[in-house]
C-alpha cells in the first residue's frame, strides 16, 4: 500500500495527502501532478470499495516509518512476488510503467 488515509471534515484531497505524508512517513512534499480519482477494492477490508485521489509527489526528505506505517519497501515496477493492495496493482504501477519519463523529472 502507499500513503494515504480518509479527508477530515472539509478537508481538500491536495491538503489530505500532504498530511498523511507527514504524518505517516515524516516527509513534507511538493505535489507534481494529480493522476486521477479511481474506485478500486480496499486491500484489508474485504466488500469495501475506496475512492483514492492518487497525485505524483516528489519528498522533500527521505521517508520514515511513522504513525501507523509497519513497513517500507521500494519495490520493482515488475515485481511479481510482493502482495500489493488493488489500487498499487490495478493503478499506480501501470501509471508508473506508462510515465517513467515523467516521474524521473518530479
Known amino acids: ?55 505524483l509527489v516528489e519528498l522533500k526528505q527521505s521517508p520514515q516509518i511513522a504513525a501507523e506505517i509497519a513497513e517500507m519497501k521500494w519495490i520493482q515496477l515488475d515485481d511479481q512476488i510482493t502482495v500489493l493492495a488493488p489500487l498499487t496493482k490495478e493503478v499506480v504501477i501501470p501509471w508508473c510503467l506508462k510515465n517513467q519519463p515523467l516521474m524521473q523529472m518530479a
Open 1 to 55: 500500500m502507499q500513503v494515504g488515509g480518509k479527508l477530515e471534515l472539509n478537508e481538500a484531497p491536495e491538503l489530505a495527502i500532504q498530511r498523511e505524508i507527514l504524518e505517516e512517513i515524516g516527509c513534507h512534499s511538493e505535489i507534481k501532478k494529480f493522476i486521477g480519482q479511481f474506485h478500486t477494492q480496499a486491500a484489508n477490508e474485504p466488500d469495501h470499495l475506496l475512492v483514492s485521489y492518487v497525485y
